[in-house]
């Protein structure tokens, strides 16, 4: 209950800006004791128990933001169009650290939301890490200027993710 409450809590505001050298300011709403694995550009607490925090994403990076001492987490990444192919009905594999993440047409197909008058999918994917755990990933893809916008959540289970889902479902990009 307590992972659940800390994951509600969760609220994400992309500020999209994209520079000439292909970099996104980020500014993500998240729980104080959330941990986000680059340095941020600016840091400010909100409440006793929240804290605003903005990140640079450059083209081709990944950022990712973990509840300590639990599974859940957010990727954020910035790529150039030309870089990834996207077709719905083929699978999609990329490398990043020691995890191979695939993406697999959902059974349903993709639900395409809108955002801001951006066109998000939302892919349903299992990701297998280095000690084998299997995770549930709800993955969004949209699109900033030139680039794609990738943002996924990864947890053990698809009732972990649910909340999580639901923050990035509010996301607002400028």
Known sequence: MKLKQAVCGLSLILAAQVFAASQTTVQLEIPKDWKVDIPPVKEELTS???KKVWVALEESTFVEIEQPNTDVMFVI??????????????PLSFQQETIKIEHKTP???PTSIKLDNVPFST???KVKGAKQKVFFESHYIGFVGDHIL???TSCLSIQACAPANKAIAQLKIN
């Open 150 to 152: 990738q943002i996924y």
């Open 123 to 125: 892919f349903n994917v």
């Open 77 to 90: 990444g910035l790529l150039a169009k030309a870089n990834l192919p996207i077709k719905a009905k083929d």
């Open 48 to 50: 006793t128990n929240a």
């Open 107 to 109: 059974l349903s197909g």
